[in-house]
């Protein structure tokens, strides 16, 4: 069996990881190849990452870089065709909900190869949201749909997916955590950073929600300045905010107890947020990676595609109202914080169940 899992943005990365490495146990049953997209391109986007997940050099490089969504996704798409059509492979595996797990399984759905999504189900019911489309799309294209938790389930069903192609398999990201959080250990970040555990709160911020017109911008700058004068702030900054405060001449506006820094790679990311006080972000995986550490988490948006974390776990959703998101704060920094709970099949081993059901 042929099988080619594609990997294009960083929340990719720490997800076909431990897949990768179940598929090597078997490499007798089955010929794994990876296929990065080159949606994410920065070394500290991307390299760093395949580094600090002892993932091989992809097989496959598209380089597709940057664009519109429609040009991404149809760069991606003439690409990856020429891969499959080179490769003819049984399967094709995508992770997550980025525009280039669409793109590749566009292209699979219409060459008769069969698709594996992993992550399916998730629904923040905001079309608004490129990520709500690639994932209700490409879990209508999807012959096995791996799901993380269980309103998955409900909203495949829901959306008329027939059961004989739902599988519970648990998340493959905290496989990844659970992996290497002893290595954090041996991260000098903190130290680095001149920060103390349990007394700084970790940011991050990258949707176009909050960081993609001046107003909105401008808000996060103001709420992050009120949150540094109760505690030290590190904010590692994606490029696409980066570009946004460039442009909008508010980089130097935060204040001196704001840590600005490049985006940090996946063991010193870990170890920031296990030691931190809070984590503040709009980010998908950080708002179940939080769940899993019991570490309080804000997050700044409307809605949840994870609801699991809100109902069991430490997630907070908010909303984008910035004074909403402070009021949070200062009652997490009164000790108001919930402990949660680790939702079911969060137990490191996704992998295994997905590809058990892969190649039976
Ligand atoms: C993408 C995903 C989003 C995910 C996020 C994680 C889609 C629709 N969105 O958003 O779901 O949460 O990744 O990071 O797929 N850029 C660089 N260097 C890089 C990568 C990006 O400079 O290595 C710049 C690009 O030039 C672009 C901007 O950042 O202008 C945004 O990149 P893009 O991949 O389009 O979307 P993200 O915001 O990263």
Not at 120 to 145: H, K, Q, Y
């Amino acid at each position: 069996m042929k099988i080619i899992s594609v990997a294009g943005a960083r929340p990719n990365f720490m997800k076909v990881a431990p897949i990768h490495k179940e598929f090597r146990r078997h490499k007798d049953l089955v010929h794994h190849l990876i296929c990065h997209t080159g949606q994410h391109f920065d070394e500290n986007m991307s390299k760093v990452f395949f580094d600090d997940l002892e993932l091989p050099p992809p097989d496959y490089y598209l380089g597709v870089g940057a664009g519109s969504h429609a040009e991404q996704t149809a760069r991606i798409m003439t690409a990856f065709e020429d891969v499959a059509q080179q490769e003819k492979p049984d399967l094709v595996l995508v992770v997550g909900d980025v525009n280039s797990t669409l793109a590749c399984s566009l292209v699979a759905a219409k060459m008769g190869i069969k698709i594996a999504h992993v992550e399916a189900g998730l629904r923040s019911f905001d079309r608004t949201m490129p990520e709500e489309i690639n994932r209700m799309l490409t879990d209508s294209l999807s012959d096995f749909l791996f799901v993380t938790e269980k309103s998955g389930i409900e909203n495949l069903k829901r959306e008329g997916i027939a059961d004989n192609k739902i599988f519970f398999s648990g998340n493959v990201m905290i496989d990844s955590l659970l992996y290497y959080l002893p290595k954090t250990d041996r991260s000098g970040v903190l130290r680095n950073f001149g920060l103390n555990k349990g007394k700084y709160v970790l940011v991050t911020l990258h949707r176009p929600s909050n960081v993609d017109s001046e107003k909105s911008l401008k808000r996060v700058v103001f709420f992050l300045n009120e949150v540094a004068d109760k505690r030290k702030v590190i904010f590692p900054v994606h490029p696409r905010t980066r570009k946004k405060l460039i442009d909008c001449e508010l980089l130097n506006t935060f204040n001196d107890r704001i840590i600005i820094s490049d985006p940090i790679g996946y063991i010193d990311f870990l170890a920031l947020m296990k030691n931190a006080e809070m984590v503040i972000t709009d980010s998908g995986g950080i708002q179940e990676e939080t769940t899993f550490l019991h570490i309080p988490c804000i997050t700044i948006r409307n809605s949840t595609e994870r609801p699991v974390t809100v109902e069991i776990g430490t997630n907070r959703v908010v909303g984008t109202d910035l004074h909403k998101a402070l009021d949070a704060v200062f009652s997490l920094l009164k000790g108001e914080a919930k402990n949660g709970d680790v939702p079911p099949l969060w137990d490191g081993k996704a992998a295994e169940r997905i590809v058990g059901t892969l190649l039976t």
